[in-house]
Every structure is written in C-alpha cells, then in structure tokens.
Nanobody, 124 residues
Framework: QVRLVESGGGLVQAGGSLRLSCEAS????????MGWFRQAPGKEREFVAT????????SYAGSVKGRFTISRDNAKSSLYLQMDNLKPEDTANYYC?????????????????WGQGTQVTVSS
C-alpha cells in the first residue's frame, strides 16, 4: 500500500505561481511513475502531468505545457508540481497519484494510489 499526501494549494491571482508537493509513504518502491490530475466542479478528473520514477521522463497535458513543471525527489519519496502563469481555468482540486502499469501514466486507469487532493483557486 502507498499513502499519498498533497500540500501547497491555495488562492492565487492570475499570473501567479504555486508549488504543490506530494509525500509518499509505505511501499514506495512499488510504483514506476507518478502523476498529477485535477478536477474542477462538475467536470471529470483530467490528466495534468506525469513523471517516471526511474528515468525522470515527463509528459504534460497540452493545456499546461510550458507553464507547469513536474519533478520528483526519490530520496524523499516526494513529487512536486511547479505551476507558473496560473489562469482562472486552472482552478481545481489537484490530486497526486502513483502507478506501475506502463512507463508513464497518461490515463487515470493506470494509477492504483491516489491522494486526497489539494485545492487550487486562481482569481481573475
């Protein structure tokens, strides 16, 4: 079992920045990749970014590419999401996730472990 706890969410003005963190505990050797998803009210949970635990290879959703940066620190079992130039449409609850089905986790079904989420609100 892997436990994931997110932090770093909050309220920020458009154009501002936030850095989300996710700390993993438990069987942290059991997953091959981690990712961030987000869910806005009334919408489905959508992919934001993913990173391979071994190679560090990354992939991003088109809507955040060039503005968000995913990174990890394997020694600390931690995952990060640096979010710059935030827009009101980035407002959502952001979830950290971990999985091992594939090289990178681009879809929700590849993930076995999920955090509780952290709220990000971007005001215009």
């Amino acid at each position: 079992q892997v436990r994931l706890v997110e932090s770093g969410g909050g309220l920020v003005q458009a154009g501002g920045s936030l850095r989300l963190s996710c700390e993993a505990s438990g069987r942290t050797f059991s997953y091959d990749f981690m990712g961030w998803f987000r869910q806005a009210p009334g919408k489905e949970r959508e992919f934001v970014a993913t990173i391979s635990r071994g190679s560090g290879r990354t992939s991003y959703a088109g809507s955040v590419k060039g503005r968000f940066t995913i990174s990890r620190d394997n020694a600390k079992s931690s995952l990060y999401l640096q979010m710059d130039n935030l827009k009101p449409e980035d407002t959502a609850n952001y979830y950290c996730a971990a999985g091992d089905r594939g090289l990178l986790g681009l879809v929700r079904d590849q993930y076995d472990y999920w955090g509780q989420g952290t709220q990000v609100t971007v005001s215009s």
